[in-house]
């Protein structure tokens, strides 16, 4: 089975540019997640979608920050304009269903750096 | 509000040697509890969970955490710690309430396992 993909691996942008992160989940999984993760920080949520639908975006800073997931499948993480402090590791993760007892699986991360 | 404290920055063990890494939580109701090594330049490896039943849990590589509910910890254990151990955990709840599932994380504690 394939996990879940992302890309680009790495970016490295100045800052008051654009960036976009793209996320493809596990196939039938239908709750997928945006995480950001500072260094020395543990993963902070930034969006889940259910399907299509946005469940929680209570951490996304909108001003900057969206993200869509049109088709219920892969997503798209934006940022416009980037700051310094967005430097970090966006990863992607997916759950088979909005259960709570099961797991995330998780993409190997973007990592974005703003110079 | 739902929260994860891991008291450690950083454990040191000699391989061979039992490893804790140790894990509070704070959530509304029955939690749902869950632990995640991540190794340099991946995503999340999910390792193991507590829903519900027998309060200590095995998980992978050897891995096994006890849920104490009078202390509100998750604690990761292995009787004997490996070099290959050596990486970054993170503790995560969720609660069994929750309408989102969305899993809060710790801030990690490194493991490193010297031979």
């Known amino acids: 089975e394939a996990g879940v993909a992302q890309s680009p691996r790495y970016k490295i942008i100045e800052k008051r540019q654009s960036v976009a992160f793209w996320c493809n989940p596990i196939?039938?999984?239908?709750?997928l997640y945006w995480y950001q993760q500072i260094l020395g920080q543990g993963p902070k949520l930034l969006i889940q979608?259910?399907?299509?639908?946005?469940?929680?975006d209570s951490q996304l800073p909108k001003d900057r920050f969206s993200a869509e997931r049109l088709k219920g499948v892969d997503s798209t993480l934006k940022i416009q304009p980037a700051k310094l402090e967005d430097s970090a590791v966006y990863l992607c993760?997916?759950?088979?269903?909005?259960?709570?007892?099961?797991?995330?699986?998780f993409g190997e991360g973007s990592r974005l750096t703003v110079l | 509000a739902q929260s994860v404290a891991q008291p450690e920055d950083q454990v040191n063990v000699a391989e061979g040697n039992p490893l804790t890494v140790k894990c509070t939580y704070s959530?509304?109701?029955?939690?749902?509890l869950f632990w995640y090594v991540q190794y340099p330049n991946r995503g999340l490896q999910f390792l193991l969970k507590?829903?519900?039943?027998?309060?200590l849990v095995k998980g992978s590589y050897g891995f096994e955490a006890e849920f104490n509910k009078s202390q509100t910890s998750f604690h990761l254990k292995k009787p004997s710690a490996l070099v290959s151990d050596s990486a970054l955990y993170f503790c995560?709840?969720?609660?069994?309430?929750?309408?989102?599932?969305?899993?809060?994380f710790g801030q990690g504690t490194t493991l490193q396992v010297k031979p």
């Open positions: 995560a709840v969720t609660g069994a309430s929750s309408n989102t599932g969305k899993l809060i």
């Open positions: 979608f259910q399907n299509n639908g946005v469940v929680d």
């Open positions: 196939s039938g999984h239908a709750t």
């Open positions: 507590y829903i519900t039943g027998d309060n």
């Open positions: 959530v509304s109701g029955n939690p749902y």
């Open positions: 993760a997916s759950r088979h269903r909005r259960s709570n007892t099961g797991e995330l699986f």
